[in-house]
């Protein structure tokens, strides 16, 4: 099988049983595409966007991310900023870099929601699939014009 790049999962680690659910889906359906993929655990949601700017800083970057993480509404407004500095700082990420992304932060009132969302339809999964249909998009747009059977 031909190499079909690297991606790196980050979970937020804030609500354990939960990400291990979504972790799951999300390696099954990378290990069904053939593709490889690290893990990275972070302490919660907010800090997803970080690990992967410092993972496209590194000297190694990836081919594609899976964002996993929680957030269960609390009662102060902490839930608000959390699910929407995250989401927006990941959108930066993804559309200023071109990089495919994979969006998997569950955002919910209660901690039966989340596990609506884990256990009938793993989430994880559909993250992955997201996150490699973009590898595949970004394979197809940002490849050399020579490569696309265009002559210059």
Known sequence: MADRGRVLIVEGRFYEE???QLVEGAMA???KAGVSYDRVSVPGAFEIPVAIAMAEASNQPYEGYVALGCVI???TSH???ICQESARKLMDLAAERALPLGYGILTVENEA???MRVRDKNKGG???KA???MMELQGRFLMPIEERGFSP
């Open 18 to 20: 939960i990400l291990d």
């Open 29 to 31: 359906e990378l290990d």
């Open 73 to 75: 509404r609390g009662e």
């Open 79 to 81: 839930y608000d900023y």
């Open 113 to 115: 929601q989340a596990w």
């Open 126 to 128: 559909d993250v992955a």
């Open 131 to 133: 996150c490699l249909h």
